[in-house]
């Protein structure tokens, strides 16, 4: 089991990714690790510390969802708005089997229902209102991320 952590580590950190799912490695576990640290395809985030989630469940803590940009390196290329639960309780085990508990917030909060989603077999596309936003990386690049225009 911690060699198989180790290994979704490298995986995420290897392919830029916020955050990576057992099932995504093709292991049927309730295994979820993240991490946010200057990430090239998740620039201008905060930063998200190391974290091992086993058995993960989480409570939405208001109604209030917010639409951001997602993408998963389960489907590559592409991004999509998606609406989140701005805030989260997350319970969990660590892996050395300590007992977790705490709120996350915002994109924080964001990452972390993405993951869990992915140990639910759903992916970001499952969450999305209507797919109009959903677009390729380069056009995401080229429109999205443009800054707003002055006039
Ligand atoms: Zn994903």
């Known amino acids: 089991m911690q060699k198989f952590i180790d290994d979704m580590i490298e995986t995420m950190k290897e392919y830029d990714g916020v ?17 946010v640290a200057d990430n090239p395809r998740y620039p201008n985030k905060p930063q998200i510390p190391l974290t091992v989630l086993i058995n993960p469940k989480i409570t939405p803590l208001s109604t209030e969802t917010e639409d951001d940009w997602e993408g998963c ?12 639960y701005r805030r989260i309780r997350v319970e969990a085990w660590d892996r050395g089997g300590k007992a977790l508990d705490f709120v996350a917030n915002d994109f924080h909060a964001r990452v972390i229902q993405h993951e869990y989603d992915h140990l639910n077999g759903k992916v970001y ?3 999305m209102r209507d797919l109009s936003t959903l677009s390729f990386l380069q056009e995401f690049a080229r429109y999205a991320m443009r800054p707003p225009r002055d006039d």
């Open 19 to 35: 955050g990576l799912a057992a099932d995504q490695v093709h292991e049927s576990k309730q295994v979820a690790v993240l991490e």
């Open 125 to 127: 596309l499952d969450r």
């Open 73 to 84: 390196l389960s489907i590559p290329d592409l991004r999509g708005k998606v609406p989140r």
